[in-house]
T-cell receptor, first 114, second 115 residues
């Protein structure tokens, strides 16, 4: 069973640009959530999508957005990049069937804003 | 914001020794999970303990949960150099706040196991 695939692995962008990150969950998983990891703030929840609908949203500005497609693949977009957006962005997929299961994370996308 | 704190922030031990990490959280939970992260890579799920459980074992891992104190501990027995990583606790409150999946992470413990 293939794991969670995130692309690209590394990205360098300039301030003011926008960026789109992609996440393909484990086959059959309909929940995809996104997290930002920085040395200062640690791991922070961004948002979660389930069956193409955003179910939860963290405390991030509107520059951070996402979507999910019918095949459960998800993308997150950050517009008007700021230096502080430099981080490791992780996505996680989770199957249905109650709360007794862990999440499977991808290897992350390392975004550097210069 | 993060759910709570983990301590110690860093831990250095010799191979073969046991490592204990502690985690505190703030709100009601469905379950608490522990994850490992190697060198800024993705997180690997280690073990999950439900809110109605007090202790759980998986191989060399032992997790305890005290919901009255809102705390958990992770014990790694007979540690190996390959256990060197950062360890995070995460609470899963999905369902309590209206549905959805959302993990809230602790600050993490950096474990170094030396030969």
């Amino acid at each position: 069973k293939a794991g969670v695939t995130q692309t690209p692995r590394y990205l360098i962008k300039t301030r003011g640009q926008q960026v789109t990150l992609s996440c393909s969950p484990i086959s059959g998983h309909r929940s995809v959530s996104w997290y930002q990891q920085t040395p200062g703030q640690g791991l922070q929840f961004l948002f979660e999508y389930f069956s193409e609908t955003q179910r939860n949203k963290g405390n991030f500005p509107g520059r951070f957005s996402g979507r999910q497609f019918s095949n459960s693949r998800s993308e997150m977009n950050v517009s008007t990049l700021e230096l502080g957006d430099s981080a490791l962005y992780l996505c996680a997929s989770k199957g249905s069937g109650g709360g007794g299961y862990g999440y499977t994370f991808g290897s992350g996308t390392r975004l550097t804003v210069v | 914001s993060q759910q709570g704190e983990e301590d110690p922030q860093a831990l250095s031990i010799q191979e073969g020794e046991n490592a204990t990490m502690n985690c505190s959280y703030k709100t009601s939970i469905n379950n608490l999970q522990w994850y490992r992260q190697n060198s800024g890579r993705g997180l690997v799920h280690l073990i999950l303990i439900r809110s109605n459980e007090r202790e759980k074992h998986s191989g060399r891992l032992r997790v305890t949960l005290d919901t009255s104190k809102k705390s958990s501990s992770l014990l790694i027995t007979a540690s190996r150099a390959a256990d060197t990583a950062s360890y995070f606790c995460a609470t899963d409150g999905g369902g309590i706040t209206g549905g959805g999946n959302k993990l809230t992470f602790g600050t993490g413990t950096q474990l170094k196991v030396e030969l």
